[in-house]
């Protein structure tokens, strides 16, 4: 490299990582988030192994195309459900950031909780967070060696039963352990276990705050949805300012400015400049600072949820408690109550059936015996539940139309069958050219299941 | 395969891409510092802004990405090149692979053969008749049968006009097992040829016409009949002396009502002067052995089993 002259500086548009080391705390917030987090992972480590009427309760089966969510098989045709399901999160992600912020980056989101599990077994294994520091920065010795991959290989089994819990979702949990013991995974099972455990291990040990602040979209605009009335992680600054140490100066604020806030934070900021992009909500410098509070015999809630206005204006709890439900957390409300409504009663009145119609187009029409003109159709009969029924196929629309084929079908569960069909109407009945007429497949021995389908009827001049 | 008609393009393409390529981490490693003048007496680490300066005082600050962004950036790059030279996609280089998108197809065809191929081989091993009353082998028939001979046979199997009905028991070539069986594997091509030459006039035509639809007691004009029967000795050749067809050379029978164009007089004059010309496709090489057996039992089945009836 060529010497630079002295008025010149090189300005790295890169810049490596620094570690954080969040420090270990318990309180109020940190309980609420390890609820949070056993609850979620009982809910994902278990659910595969859960069974229903003799098969996997919850399995997504792609090959066949076929969704089972307990007593429910879901279609490819059924997607609108995945929508709505989707329309939900979405509606329920405004609402809870509406009102108090990224509630979901702090509490809930995968990222969050693998690092929290993540930190739990580097601080078992490593230590409290100056431990940590100090082995960073000693020099490789057998025991940091030690340390080190013990930690790494924790992390790795916990990351290899999170792939294999994931892909036993898709595949049945235990034909996959079966083949795991067998060593005789597929090759695509293995690559996807391979790469879910791979994105645990490097998202939750290696990447962790870095996913939050480059790669999460939901990071970026969930701030945009947050305005003066939402509760969000503050800095009393009136309170806190002047920093400095209790009593040694009349006008010290109530901040002691003992940095525990920045140590316990995950994302490595200082709340006390104020809302930042980088701030997950995890509400760990709460619990800090009121456990410093309590110590110096200050009241807590230095750094508290409360409100932009809030602070600005000096509300006091109740008012800000009544500015939270503004209108549009209320619109969200509604909005969110219908939609899980909605949801939930088409699930309830879906029809384990479907049926598609499709004309045939060789021929439009023909005439038969006694000048009956016929029209063939091919009606595919999806039985999308998981009992077989005998269905009897009618059809309505001309005065005198008849099925010419054989009325009723034995299909079994979760299968489609194309079955031809032919229809007849006397001769003089029906207009020239094309009318409608509607097709009524009925399961035999449940009435209940009952599709109808348009279709047309074609009389030649 | 190229489908450019000159080689300059091929390499034109290549020598394009792989300058983009380059150029991109050229750029990338030129762009990751700034030289930028600084303030006498100032730390150079703590210069905040990238030295870009516009209209006077508006100053660009950094704000630093993280490093293993650039580094996902160089492995981007490393991917492209890599990708590029085991597999096709410069110019008319085919990739060390030499991985091509028919051999896919080729592999899928044997992953569904090795599944299926057993299933099938087992019906193979049995009479057709056997098959027939297979409720499994009616059912994959059937779905074979609407995949493939639908289009033309119909979803009923009933036909239409030059496509004949399948549920009856008239057979252009016969309809033993083994003989639907020969007819989908090799396939057919049924020709008449024009008669109008041969037969004279068209006032023979129409004779002769109506003398066919006499055989089979369809309205016809009985004086025009009398005189088309001389001129029928022509057809007797294919269709015997009596119109009753001949399944060997797969001539209709003319003698019963089921017509492959259409029984008017208009039609089979039509017929008579122009000829008809008519192919089944042989399936063999498309489908192969087994599953033809399995379609052929279910083609017999229409017009012969009981399962016909009782369709599940």
């Known amino acids: ?18 570690e954080i080391y969040p420090r270990e705390i318990k309180g109020r917030y940190a309980s609420l988030r390890w609820i949070c987090l056993w609850l979620t992972q009982l809910v994902f480590y278990g659910l595969p192994w859960l069974n229903w009427n003799g098969r996997q309760a919850v399995l997504f089966d792609l090959g066949a195309r076929k969704f089972y969510i307990f007593g429910i098989v879901l279609w490819p045709q059924d997607f609108i459900y995945l929508a709505a399901l989707l329309i939900i999160s979405a509606y329920a992600l405004f609402l809870f950031t509406a009102v108090a912020g990224r509630v979901w980056c702090g509490f809930a989101c995968p990222q969050t909780v693998y690092t929290e599990i993540f930190l739990w077994i580097e601080r078992r294994i490593e230590g409290t967070r100056s431990a940590r520091m100090r082995l960073d920065r000693q020099s490789w010795s057998l025991q940091k060696a030690l340390k080190k991959s013990g930690k790494h290989a924790a992390w790795a089994a916990l990351s290899i039963w999170t792939g294999l819990s994931f892909v036993g979702y898709f595949t049945p949990i235990h034909a996959l352990m079966g083949e795991v013991l067998a060593m005789g995974l597929g090759p695509w099972e293995a690559f996807w ?109 230095l750094i508290r949820y409360s409100t932009e206005r809030a602070i600005t204006s000096r509300l006091s709890l109740a008012e800000m408690r009544r500015r939270v ?37 060789g021929v439009m029409a023909r005439e038969v015996e006694d000048g009956m003109i016929e029209n063939v159709y091919r009606l595919r009969i999806m039985n999308t539940g998981e009992t077989p029924h005998r269905f009897h196929i009618s059809v309505a629309g001309i005065d005198s139309i008849t099925l010419a084929t054989p009325p009723e079908v034995d299909i079994d569960g979760a299968t489609t069958r194309a079955i031809p ?34 279709a047309v009827f074609f009389v030649p001049r | ?206 004779n002769v016409a109506h003398y066919v ?26 269709h015997g002396a009596a119109g009753t067809g001949n399944q060997a050379l797969g001539a209709p029978n003319l003698s019963d009502k089921i017509w492959l164009y259409g029984g008017g007089v208009e039609t089979v004059m039509e017929t008579i002067r122009k000829g008809r010309n008519n192919t089944m496709p042989a399936f063999e090489t498309f489908l192969g052995e087994a599953k033809v057996h399995v379609l052929a039992a279910y083609v017999w089945s229409l017009s012969n089993a009981p399962s016909n009836a009782d369709q599940k």
């Open chain 1, 1 to 18: 490299m060529d010497k630079l002259s002295p008025d010149l500086a090189i300005v790295k548009m890169y810049s490596a990582r620094e």
């Open chain 1, 325 to 361: 439900l503004r209108p549009r957390v209320l619109a969200y409300m509604a909005l969110l109550v219908l939609i899980i409504a909605a949801f939930f009663t088409a699930l309830a009145m879906r029809t384990p059936l479907k049926i598609d119609v499709i004309r045939d187009r």
């Open chain 2, 213 to 238: 639809l006499s055989l089979s007691d369809s309205t016809h004009d009985p004086i025009k009949a009398v005189f088309g029967k001389s001129k029928f000795a022509m057809c007797a050749g294919c």
């Open chain 1, 421 to 454: 069909v032919r229809v007849r109407i006397n001769p003089g009945k029906g207009a020239h050219g094309s009318s409608t007429i509607v097709f009524e497949v009925t399961a035999v021995d449940d009435p209940a299941v009952e599709v109808r389908e348009k």
């Open chain 2, 1 to 206: 395969m190229s489908d450019f008609t000159n080689g300059f393009w091929n390499i034109y393409i290549a020598v394009l891409t792989i300058i983009s390529i380059i150029g991109c981490g050229l750029l990338l490693w030129s762009q990751s510092k700034v030289r930028m003048e600084k303030q006498p007496g100032e730390d150079p680490a703590s210069v905040g802004t990238t030295g870009h300066i516009w209209d006077v005082d508006l100053t660009e600050l950094n704000t630093p990405m993280p490093r293993w962004w650039m580094w996902l950036f160089y492995i981007t790059i490393v991917f492209a090149l890599a990708y590029l030279f085991l597999y096709p996609g410069l110019g008319t280089y085919a990739g060390k692979l030499g991985w091509k998108s028919s051999d896919a197809y080729q592999s899928e065809l044997k992953k569904a053969e090795a599944e299926y191929g057993p299933l099938f081989n087992k019906y193979l091993q049995q009479d057709i008749k056997a098959v027939a009353a297979d409720p499994q082998a009616h059912v994959i028939g059937e779905r074979l049968f609407l995949t493939y001979c639908a289009q033309c046979h119909g979803s009923d199997a009933r036909g239409s006009k030059g496509f004949p009905n399948l549920t009856d028991k008239d057979w252009l070539y016969g309809g033993d097992p083994e003989v639907i069986k020969t007819t989908i594997l090799h396939g057919r091509n049924g020709q008449m040829p024009s008669m109008a030459a041969a037969l004279g006039s068209d006032k023979d035509v129409e």
């Open chain 1, 193 to 301: 276990i391979a790469f879910y455990s791979f994105a645990t291990y490097g998202n939750a040990g290696w990447m962790r705050e870095q996913v939050c602040k480059y790669m999460c979209p939901y990071a970026r605009f969930q701030s945009a949805m947050i305005d003066k009335d939402t509760l969000i992680i503050t800095y009393d600054r009136q309170r806190g300012e002047p920093r400095g140490a209790k009593g040694k100066d009349a006008q010290n604020g109530d901040c002691i400015d003992c940095s525990m806030c920045v140590q316990v934070c995950p994302t490595g900021i200082d709340i006390r400049n104020g809302l930042q992009y980088e701030c997950i909500g995890c509400a760990a410098c709460i619990d800090a600072c009121n456990s410093v509070m309590k110590k110096v015999e200050s009241p807590p809630g």
